[in-house]
């Protein structure tokens, strides 16, 4: 049974602009317009288990800070960036269905306190799960497919929610790492960290459109095996 969700009542049509917005309302001053307002935001953020409206284990917090090449790290996320994200989800494919492909829905940028580049989280509504990839890309069994290399990791996966309407059937979902101040050579361990932030905040997503099963994702991460 398809779980119960706020997100489900929500009309697709009026939700876009406002679900597109809302994350940057937390985004900061002109000499860095991506970064927190102020000190005391950038302390908030590094402090909380929560990041953009996702709540991070302690596992997954370590997994970001090393990313973000830190002991602790800015978002220009908020409370409200999951939920708007998965509202402008279900808007796009309510306006276009499988036609919104490329079309992305930022969930926030994450920063190393000393950085100006940051790791950038979005979602998109995919066309289908590529049968080709670049050989710099470890395949990995999670969701219907996951990628990994240190710069880049998508996460698909299939969604059965009453959120994008009674007659959608499944949605196919993708989950982006982007993170261009990696390495370029590949690494273990930060292809290990990019499944283990992108897992966490597909899982949330999966969560708040009321995914059945959780879309197949596991409730807690592990290095999944390589496919």
Known sequence: MVNNNPVRRLAATTVAVAALAAPLAACGSEDNPGRPQTT???KAASA????CGVQLSAGTRRALLHLAGSKEFESSGSQDSLSNTAKALVSGYGENGADDYGKEYDLCTVYGTTDTMGIDLSFQLPEGIPTSVSPKFKRYEMGELALSRPPKASLYMKCSSDAFGSDSG???IQGDLTNTQA???DDATVRKDNLNVLHTVSLAMAKELGCEGDADLPGQFSLPQES
């Open 40 to 42: 005391e935001q950038s």
């Open 48 to 51: 909380s288990p929560n990041m």
């Open 170 to 172: 499944t949605v196919l």
């Open 183 to 185: 390495p370029s050579r």
